[in-house]
Every structure is written in C-alpha cells, then in structure tokens.
C-alpha cells in the first residue's frame, strides 16, 4: 500500500514539475541572446535550489553574516517611512550608531528628503527592490527591473549606486543570483531575525535579537512598514540593545565594513 501511494506521489510531483518547467520554458523564451541561461533557467527550476543550498554554492555573492569578530551590523528595512523612520535615525544618532538601511523604490520616490536624511547621518543604504515583490516567484528582468529602478533613484538622490541588495522576504532564485553576481552586487540577508514586523513589544524585540545575536551578526529589523504596521516595540528596544551589547564588547559596523566590500557599484 506504502509503495503504491510512494509510486502515485512521484507521479504526481513528476506531473508538477513537467507543468513548472513548461511555464519557465514559455516565459523565458523571448531573448534570443540570453538562450543559453534560459536553459539552464529551465534546468534549475525544475529542482528550485533551497536558500541553504543557494547560500553554499554563492558564499561570495550570498551573505547571511560576517566574519566572527567582535562586531555586528544592525540593518533596517522598509525605508524610508515617515511614521518610523526618523524616531529610529534619532536613537542612532543619540548612541553613535551607523546601521545600513535597505530602500524600497517607490517609498524613497514619496519621501527623498528622508532618504537623504539617513544618507546624511552617515549610514548605508541598500537596495530592497521598487514594489517589495515576492522575487523567487519572478523572471531574472523582473527582478532586474526591480533593482535598477530603485538603484536610478537612489543615485540620483544620494549619489551612490548601492551595491548591497536585500531580496524581500529574503528570497531569491539562482538565476537571479547569477545575474547579481555576474554585475557586482552582494545579495544580503540576515542570521539574527528581530520579528519585529509582528508588532511585538519592546522586550520580545530585545528577546529575540539578544538571545541569538553573536560575532559577525546580521541583524534584521524594519524601520519602515505596511499601513497597519507598528514598529514602536523596535524604537523602544533600539537602546537597550545597542547598550547591552556594547557592555558585552561589541562593536556595531555597517554592512560593507563588515563584509570589507564598498558600499557603492
Ligand atoms: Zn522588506
């Protein structure tokens, strides 16, 4: 009975799999130059590579931490956002802090002068895509598309074509890896998730970064959200973290002193 049910289910995953392959094949048959990488497109997808798996085989190009030394880079998301982000530039200011903050496009077209507010206090800024789509489910020019346009923007308003790239929802698929890695870019996630998101109090935002954080962290927090979204939990944790780790020898960096890349293309 095991074995028959075993046989149906890869059937059925066979049938999956020859259906997904299909869909890439259509949709990534139009360039004739890029024929090639469509191909392997097609090969890949039909067994997408898991984050781990995509991590180990990019260590370069996909990066979830530093080197282990005594320093950690707090990251911010969603920016720039009027509602969050200046409450969360102000705590780092007050603490001489330099954190590195991932920009949705369409978010720094409502608000530049916040953009160059964050580049102005001396942090990095990072690309986070122009929509914050969901990118494992879209082609390599989506996700091309996605980057540039932000990138424009960013240059245009700070002067800097970010090289550090934060995927929404941290994901990514390996030809848009490829194509990250093949121009430069450092795609960035994060080993130490705050969850702050989840509107959590203070003390479960402190909780889940101070219990999991080590040499070489990449912190994820946000300083910038959704309409019903309330990072207050995040700004009122910020001191405290910054001075219990302090007190425990750390030292906070940005993302590209960390990793020893330059911040810009
Ligand atoms: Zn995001």
């Not at 990514?172 to 969850?195: C, H, M, T």
Request: proline share 6%; aromatic share 8%.
């Amino acid at each position: 009975m095991y074995k028959l049910i075993h046989a149906m289910l890869a059937l059925l995953i066979c049938a999956a799999l020859a259906t997904g392959t299909a869909a890439v094949s259509a949709q990534s048959s139009q360039p004739p130059a890029e024929s090639a990488s469509s191909q392997q497109s097609v090969n890949a997808d039909a067994k997408p590579m898991t984050l781990g798996e995509l991590r180990r085989k990019y260590s370069e190009t996909f990066k979830f931490s530093g080197p282990e030394v005594k320093q950690i880079a707090l990251t911010f998301d969603d920016v720039p956002d009027p509602r969050f982000t200046p409450k969360v530039l102000d705590v780092l200011k007050q603490h001489g802090v330099k954190a590195t903050f991932f920009v949705v496009g369409h978010r720094a077209k409502k608000h530049p002068e916040l953009l160059q507010r964050i580049h102005r206090e001396g942090h990095v800024i990072g690309n986070h895509s122009y929509f914050h789509p969901l990118f494992k489910k879209k082609s390599v020019d989506e996700f091309k598309n996605e980057i540039k346009r932000t990138e424009k923007l960013i240059e245009k308003l700070i002067g800097y074509k970010p090289r550090f790239i934060r995927p929404p929802y941290g994901e990514i698929n390996e030809e848009q890896l490829k194509w990250a890695k093949k121009n430069g870019y450092k795609i960035v996630n994060w080993n130490v998730d705050s969850l702050d998101w989840k509107a959590l109090d203070k003390n479960k935002v402190k909780h889940n970064v101070l219990s999991t954080v080590g040499p070489g962290s990449i912190v994820l927090q946000h300083a910038g959200g959704g309409s019903g979204s309330d990072l207050t939990g995040t700004i009122e944790a910020l001191p405290d973290i910054i001075r219990i780790l302090r007190n425990r020898g750390y030292r906070f960096v940005t993302i590209p002193e960390l990793l020893h890349e330059p911040k810009s293309l």
